[in-house]
Each structure stands twice: as C-alpha cells, then as structure tokens.
C-alpha cells in the first residue's frame, strides 16, 4: 500500500491543525483507528514545527553575526 504524501504547512497553519487534533483526541470520543492516526499526524506537524522554528533560529543567527562575531543588544535601552 502506497503511503501518500502530505502537503506541508508553513508553521501558522501546522501548529492550527496540530491544535485541533489535540482538542479531538483530548475529547475521546474518537474511534481507536481514527485516535491512531490522528497521533500520527500529529507527529508529521510537530516535526514540521520543529523544523520550520530551528530553520528560522538559523536565520535570526545568520541575522545577528557581523563579522563572525555575534552580536548582543542592550535591552535596557528599550
């Protein structure tokens, strides 16, 4: 049996549907099949979150770095 391949979400919309299988699943109301691959659904979009939030940490730091040295804000100004 082919496995299909979902679409993957930018992390707005990831996190929403992560969040709607969770009130699903918390309700119980679900059959054991449809808990089951809820659950692993779940996993495809918290790796996508993961994901997208390191890939984005890459960036702010590659954002901060002048000349190989990072860069550090006073907030205390702010």
């Known amino acids: 049996m082919a496995k299909k391949k979902q679409k993957t979400l930018d992390f707005e919309a990831a996190l929403e549907e992560l ?25 495809e979009l918290t790796r996508q979150c993961q994901t997208a939030l390191a890939e984005a940490e890459q ?19 702010t």
């Not at 969040?19 to 996993?43: A, P």
């Not at 770095?65 to 100004?77: A, L, S, V």
């Open 19 to 43: 969040e709607t299988l969770v009130e699903r699943m918390e309700d119980g109301e679900s059959s054991l099949e449809d808990s089951l691959k809820d659950f692993e659904r779940g996993i």
């Open 59 to 77: 960036k702010v730091e590659i954002l901060l770095k002048k000349d190989g040295e990072p860069q550090t804000f006073n907030t205390e100004d």
